[in-house]
């Protein structure tokens, strides 16, 4: 149904950054919520950001806030992560995840998910 497609990841030194986009495909005007996720080797899938449909209401993972930002294009059926003063321990597979109601920061309340793209920030 949802089709989602992240890019944008890659190998960036601390301190750098990197924009990661995130392109779904089909309808998504039925999704609510918005959010990226990402998993390092040996951990569980982490919330890190958030941005509501309706509201445009944002929410940050507090490892992330102040140095990420989420953003959406509705027309365009994107939504955008920018990740600024990146450290080594940001260094994880990153998701895109769409949810058709509401959502906090629990993996299991979206519906839909990217492939995930990988990010690795070298010291």
């Known amino acids: 149904q949802l089709r989602l497609a992240e890019s944008g990841g890659g190998l960036v030194q601390a301190g750098g950054s990197l924009r990661l986009s995130c392109e779904a495909s089909?309808?998504?005007?039925?999704?609510?919520?918005m959010g990226w996720f990402r998993q390092a080797p040996g951990k569980e899938r982490e919330f890190v950001a958030r941005?509501?449909?309706?509201?445009?209401?944002?929410y940050y993972a507090d490892a992330v806030q102040g140095r990420f930002t989420i953003s959406r294009d509705n027309a365009k059926n994107t939504v955008q992560l920018d990740m600024t003063s990146l450290k080594p321990e940001d260094t994880a597979v990153y998701y895109c995840?769409?949810?058709?109601?509401?959502?906090?920061?629990?993996?299991?309340?979206?519906?839909?998910w990217g492939q995930g793209t990988q990010v690795t920030v070298s010291s």
């Open positions: 089909g309808r998504t005007f039925s999704t609510y919520t």
């Open positions: 941005v509501a449909r309706t509201t445009g209401a944002t």
């Open positions: 995840a769409a949810a058709s109601f509401f959502a906090g920061g629990y993996p299991n309340q979206y519906n839909y």
